[in-house]
């Protein structure tokens, strides 16, 4: 079976940067995704990691390491339309979600 | 990206009746489609995943009679909740994924139903 977890809320400041940890265990390994999701909305994909180390995308970055079951997802300069839930995936033909993080971006 | 259009946006129905929810994938052949639900402040718990021409394939817990699957051609794939209740309001979100070419492609999603049952 798989086991994903992520903390509940996070609350940040205007401009600030914002550190989202996802921890996971697995039988297999094929790739971590994270996605944004709005109240309400479809979630949109963010970024995908299937090898260890840093993807950066803009303001977005995220961080796998395989050997410790551990991602992250790391918001830069944080504009309040980035108050949203963040989910992180495992990658098994079909996705296993995490329960999200609630970022509230606060001015 | 890719775009997948769920429909409708949101419905209210009477408790007992049926109500069918429509996932078309507009620009890309969808080899597999998953359905999901998802209560307030919850995360996505899959329902079903299903492949083109095939019977889908349900998760643990949800009953295949009450929740019809059908995904008959390579652009659309349906729901149908089938005399609902109200502990069946939710929100359904379809998923759209091209595997042809390997795993390491992304998840479209549809734009979420708003099921509301009375």
């Known amino acids: 079976g798989q086991n994903i977890d992520q903390p509940t809320e996070m609350t940040a400041t205007e401009g600030a940067i914002v550190q989202i940890n996802c921890t996971y265990q697995?039988?297999?390994?094929?790739?971590l995704f994270w996605y944004q999701q709005h109240a309400g909305e479809a979630p949109t994909f963010l970024s995908y990691?299937?090898?260890?180390g840093l993807e950066e995308k803009g303001r977005f970055s995220s961080f796998l390491s395989r050997s410790k079951g551990y991602s992250y997802l790391l918001l830069k300069e944080l504009q309040m339309k980035d108050s949203a839930s963040y989910l992180c995936a495992l990658n098994d033909y079909k996705l296993s979600f995490g329960a999200g993080t609630t970022v509230t971006v606060r001015a | 990206g890719a775009v997948v259009s769920q429909h409708p946006s949101r419905v209210i129905c009477k408790s007992g009746t049926s109500v069918k929810i429509e996932c078309r994938s507009l620009d890309f052949q969808a080899t597999t489609m998953f359905w999901y639900r998802q209560f307030p402040k919850q995360s996505l718990m899959l329902m079903a995943t299903?492949?083109?021409?095939?019977?889908?394939?349900?998760e643990q817990g949800v009953e295949k009679d009450k929740f019809l699957i059908n995904h008959a051609s390579l652009t659309l794939s349906t729901l149908t909740v089938t005399s609902a209740h109200p502990e069946d309001s939710s929100f359904y979100i379809c998923?759209?994924?091209?595997?042809?070419?390997?795993?390491?492609?992304?998840?479209?999603f549809g734009q979420g139903t708003r099921l509301t049952v009375v």
């Open positions: 990691n299937v090898l260890d």
């Open positions: 998923s759209a994924r091209d595997l042809g070419d390997g795993m390491n492609t992304e998840a479209f």
């Open positions: 299903s492949n083109e021409g095939s019977k889908a394939t349900y």
């Open positions: 697995t039988s297999g390994f094929n790739g």
